[in-house]
Nanobody, 116 residues
Framework: QVQLVESGGGLVQAGGSLRLSCAAS????????MRWYRQSPGKQRELVAG????????YPDSMKGRFAISRDNTTKNTVYLQMNTLKPEDTAIYYC?????????WGQGTQVTVSS
């Protein structure tokens, strides 16, 4: 079992920045992929960024430029999402997702609200 705990969400003005964290604990020795998703009210959950266990990153075209995924390279159990030049449309609940072996785990979500 893997537990994911997110932090770093909050209220920020448009143009501001936030950094989200997601710390994994438990059976983390087989983390294959780490992802950040977000979901706005009335919308489907969408992928924001991903990182493989080798450190390769992936961003959907719509997320390139303002979001950056990274990890703690010492423990490799914590993943971050740096969000810059935030816009009101970035308001959402942000979730981290870890693929560990054949299993998939989700964090509880952290609310990000961007005011105009």
């Amino acid at each position: 079992q893997v537990q994911l705990v997110e932090s770093g969400g909050g209220l920020v003005q448009a143009g501001g920045s936030l950094r989200l964290s997601c710390a994994a604990s438990g059976s983390t020795f087989s983390i294959n992929y780490m992802r950040w998703y977000r979901q706005s009210p009335g919308k489907q959950r969408e992928l924001v960024a991903g990182m493989s266990k080798g450190g390769s990153t992936y961003y959907p075209d719509s997320m390139k430029g303002r979001f950056a995924i990274s990890r703690d390279n010492t423990t490799k159990n914590t993943v971050y999402l740096q969000m810059n030049t935030l816009k009101p449309e970035d308001t959402a609940i942000y979730y981290c997702n870890f693929q560990v072996g054949l299993a998939e785990y989700w964090g509880q979500g952290t609310q990000v609200t961007v005011s105009s």
